[in-house]
Each structure stands twice: as structure tokens, then as C-alpha cells.
């Protein structure tokens, strides 16, 4: 039977890549993002493909992931796979200049709104038949390793996100729920395009830094989600690999 998936966050960058290489591989793809405009791009690349169906959803909001989970239950009548993408930042300031809106605008969107997502799948994956599916949330570099300078909000969330993730995968184990997480760092896409002109280094300077092509991030979603349900990657980590990550920077 051909599996059935929600990707948040799916109107750009790795949420669209991963849609289509889902589509490719005969996945049914609930694609979910706040933009309309950018959902629509996604159908025309698509084309005339029925396995596509977008839903305009602002994830941090209660009311609208419980719509996005009915109407995908009923059109499609299961889930097998979550991707939890949708992610934002905020201002790259010293965090005694944030605002509260701006950390609470990444909060209900990165951690929130995973949580909400997470809660509507696991009452869909432990109750329908045959019982069970996968959780793949978006975690970052940020997320369990190292952080980039004035980014205390994003990486706040991503931390918590690993928390969450550990936690699914056990309350989701005696349902044949499991939950993992993918840490990318520096990915091609529209929120990295300015690396190549330089990006902020914790001892001040600006330096550019590589990217890879974000099909790879795409193509290892797959992978983790090729796997029979007894058996899960459970973090793993795609990054540039000249990237200044290991070491000291």
C-alpha cells in the first residue's frame, strides 16, 4: 500500500524537496504551510498529481493542526509518516534586545507546533489499522551540538525538540510509533543563501561557509522512513561536510 504523509513547513526549501521525492516514490503528501502562495508553487512543479494534496496551515495554532489531521484522515483514511520541518528564527540580536513576541513567535512555531502535530498523529498512528507510523522532526545542528551566535530562541526549540523526540519514541514504543529526528546543517536552500557572502562566527567575524545540496536532506528522509517499523535511525545527523562544525570552529 502506498504510505501516507504530512510534511510541515513544505512551501520551500527542504519540506519542498522532501514532498517531491516522496511523490516520486508513489507516497500519498499532505503538504502543509502557512503561505498559500508558496503551497500553489509546489502543485504547479508537482504538476497533475493527485498523491498532492496542500493544506494553508499555521501549525501553532491549535484549531488548524486539528482540522489538517481530519481533513487528512479523511480524505487518505490513515497516516504513516510526520514530518515535523516548519521552522523559523529570530533576529540575530543579543538576547537582551529580543522581544517577547519574537521568542514567543519562534516557540509556537518550532516547538509548539511540533508538539501539536505530534499529539494529532499519535492519536491517528495507535488507533488505526494496521497501528502504527513514523515521527521525523527537523531538528538542527543547533539542536544537540553546537549553536550559532544570537540565535538563543532557534536553539532553545531545537534543544527542546530533541526532548521531544526522545520522549515520543518512548511513549510511542508498545503502539509501533516510532519518532526520530535529523539534525542538518547548512543545506542549499532559501534560508541559507547568504552564507556565501559570510555568516556571523563567534569570535565576531564573517566568514562564508559551504552548503550541499539540500536532495541529499530529502533522499536521507526517505531512507529513514524506508525502514520496517521495528527498526529506526534514530538521530542522524547530514551536514556540509567542510563546514566549520567539528573542532573549534
Keep these: 500500500m502506498s504510505k501516507v504523509a504530512i510534511i510541515t513547513g513544505a512551501g520551500t526549501g527542504v ?20 503561505r498559500k502562495s508558496k503551497l500553489d508553487e509546489l502543485e504547479e512543479i508537482a504538476g497533475a498529481d493527485d498523491r498532492l494534496f496542500t493544506v494553508p496551515t499555521d501549525i501553532g495554532k491549535e484549531s488548524e493542526v486539528i482540522r489538517l489531521f481530519d481533513v487528512t484522515v479523511s480524505r487518505f483514511g490513515r497516516l504513516d509518516l510526520l514530518f515535523n520541518n516548519a521552522g523559523v528564527g529570530a533576529p540575530a540580536v543579543p538576547i537582551e534586545e529580543l522581544t517577547l513576541s519574537q521568542w514567543e513567535r519562534v516557540v509556537q512555531t518550532n516547538l509548539t507546533g511540533a508538539f501539536l502535530c505530534t499529539r494529532a498523529a499519535m492519536k491517528i ?18 539542536a544537540q551540538h553546537s549553536p550559532r551566535p544570537l540565535s538563543a530562541p532557534y536553539t532553545a526549540t531545537k534543544h527542546a525538540l530533541t526532548g521531544l523526540t526522545k520522549s515520543t519514541a518512548l511513549d510511542g514504543r508498545n503502539h509501533n510509533v516510532v519518532c526520530c529526528q535529523i539534525d542538518i546543517g547548512n543545506a542549499a536552500t532559501e534560508m541559507t543563501s547568504l552564507m556565501e557572502e559570510g555568516v556571523l562566527q563567534p569570535d565576531g567575524t564573517r566568514k562564508p561557509e559551504p552548503t550541499f ?30 563546514m566549520p562544525f567539528m573542532g573549534r570552529g
Design 213 to 242: 545540496d539540500v536532495e541529499h536532506v530529502a533522499q536521507a528522509i526517505v531512507y529513514m522512513d524506508s525502514l520496517p517499523l521495528d527498526a529506526n535511525v534514530q538521530f542522524l545527523t547530514i551536514l556540509a561536510s567542510e
Design 125 to 142: 498512528m495507535k488507533f488505526q489499522t494496521p497501528p502504527g507510523g513514523r515521527i521525523i522532526n527537523n531538528g538542527s545542528i543547533a
Design 15 to 34: 519540506g519542498k524537496h522532501t514532498t517531491l521525492a516522496l511523490l516520486k516514490r508513489e507516497y500519498y503528501v499532505v503538504a502543509v504551510g502557512r
